[in-house]
């Protein structure tokens, strides 16, 4: 009784404020209302938007971490079926490295079916170079190489990315491909919908535990499922400091989001990366619930 004879009043207060305000330019100004009980006040609330929520918990995390894995770190999120990218933190591209031989994986099935199915396996789950590089030269090296994998690219709504190789001047490698948190979050948010992708994240789904880290264990306990492939390597050819990075697809109940993530650690050494994307993942854990969700 008491909330409705308050709401009452502040029906009441408006109404006199109406006609009051529109009778006379000296209106009597009403006494100070006392704020809505709830629920009734969150209806007024506008919501939060949920980038605004991540960016300020994700500012918590960086704090956290400032003195224990200090360095660079940096994700990018989005509902797979969709465009719409969450990027946070300082980091925004890096070498793709191992991450590409997902693309590159895709492009060889799709030209040589099951007689690539044994080099996929281990290019994926165990990140084998040598496979990769087999993988590679199947689409026929060089051009038809670099055709073929920024076909995938851009069929998972990557626009951008440059595919590194041979070919180029002077003479570069697939690993070296410049490929943006962002571009990557994209072509991870349509993967599962591209012709031909179920086995490439079954793949991904049982990875060895050279790439057990990031978000590869995250949401088990609540009905979770995650693809992830990782990736490696010297950050520039100036640097033997480590980039470490994982691209991976997080599947729930409620739809599936696509996770880009890299990290530079200031020690530069690998472990310390993979600490950095595990704290990172688990943050993204956390906030399970908040990302944002779709489906093909």
């Excluded at 029906?11 to 009980?37: D, E, I, K, Y």
């Excluded at 010297?234 to 691209?247: C, D, I």
Aim: net charge positive; glycine share 10%; hydrophobic share 45%.
């Amino acid at each position: 009784m008491k909330v409705v004879t308050r709401c009452a009043l502040v029906v009441a207060a408006l109404l006199m404020s109406v006609v009051v305000g529109a009778g006379s330019a000296n209106a009597v100004p009403l006494p100070a209302l006392p704020p809505l009980p709830e629920p009734f006040a969150s209806w007024f609330t506008p919501p939060v938007p949920v980038e605004k929520k991540l960016a300020k918990s994700y500012a918590a995390l960086q704090k956290s971490m400032k003195k224990s894995l200090p360095g660079q770190l940096g994700v990018a999120i989005a509902p797979v079926g969709g465009d719409q990218v969450i990027s946070l933190g300082s980091l925004k591209t890096g070498r793709a490295w191992s991450t590409l031989k997902v693309p590159v994986s895709l492009a060889a099935q799709r030209k040589r079916g099951p007689a690539v199915a044994m080099m996929e396996d281990k290019a994926i789950t165990f990140s084998d170079n040598d496979a990769a590089g087999e993988l590679w030269g199947v689409l026929g090296g060089g051009h038809a190489s670099v055709d073929a994998v920024t076909a995938v690219l851009r069929e998972g709504h990557d626009t951008r990315t440059h595919v590194s190789s041979e070919v180029d001047t002077p003479a570069s490698f697939p690993g070296y491909t410049s490929w943006a948190l962002r571009d990557q979050a994209l072509f991870g948010a349509h993967l599962p919908c591209l012709p031909g992708s179920e086995n490439i994240i079954r793949l991904m789904s049982d990875v060895a535990p050279n790439q057990q880290w990031g978000i590869a264990k995250v949401g088990r306990n609540k009905g979770a499922v995650t693809a992830v492939k990782g990736g490696w390597g010297p950050a520039t050819s100036k640097s033997g400091a480590h980039l470490v990075r994982q691209l991976g697809v997080i599947s729930t109940v409620d739809g599936q989001v696509a996770v880009s993530m890299a990290a530079i650690p200031r020690s530069g050494s690998f472990t310390d990366g993979t600490k950095m994307l595990t704290r990172l993942g688990n943050w993204l854990g956390k906030n399970l619930a908040e990302l944002p969700k779709g489906r093909c």
